[in-house]
């Protein structure tokens, strides 16, 4: 089918669809319900008809995200900063190189963890809630363990 058909068959089913149910804008709220365009005629908003749903929950799969993300942020530049120190000011046998490798595995588990949650989404996405559960409460208490050692080490504490 060529592209504007299919343009225009999309906005026939928007059409039919509007006259039927009260669907707000998704930009600013506005009742849609009988518009005869495919745009908001409150704010202009371009429409589109999509399908999604509603077992697609995506709270779980953030969290498991920034379980690992955020430790891999803190783990690339603490790293970037202690390879300056230990390479550029020359900081050697206080323990710089110790940190620096603990920094580095840090930054290697955490962005391992971060790909294989990028690659397998479709297969977090389509098993149980419970599954989703352990996987996320997985990557956020590894992730907060390695990252307490890491911090506990740079200060010595
Ligand atoms: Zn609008």
Known sequence: MPEGDRAQQESELLKQLL????????????????IESD?????????????????LKLGLWIAAILGVALPL?????????????VFFERLHGAGEEYILGLLLLLTIVEGVALGLLLRKRKNFW???????????TMCIGVSAILTTIVIAVLFNI
């Not at 006259?19 to 009988?34: K, Q």
């Not at 942020?73 to 120190?85: E, H, K, N, Q």
């Not at 098993?127 to 559960?133: A, F, G, L, S, V």
Request: with cysteine; hydrophobic share 35%; net charge positive.
């Open 39 to 55: 745009k908001c005629p409150e704010c202009g908003a371009k429409l589109d008809l999509r399908v999604g749903s509603s077992d």
């Open 126 to 136: 389509r098993n149980t809630i419970q599954y989703q559960r352990t996987i996320a």
């Open 73 to 85: 942020g803190f783990g690339v530049i603490m790293t970037l900063l202690f390879s300056y120190i």
């Open 19 to 34: 006259a039927l149910r009260e669907i707000p804008c998704p930009v600013c709220g506005y009742n849609l319900r009988g």
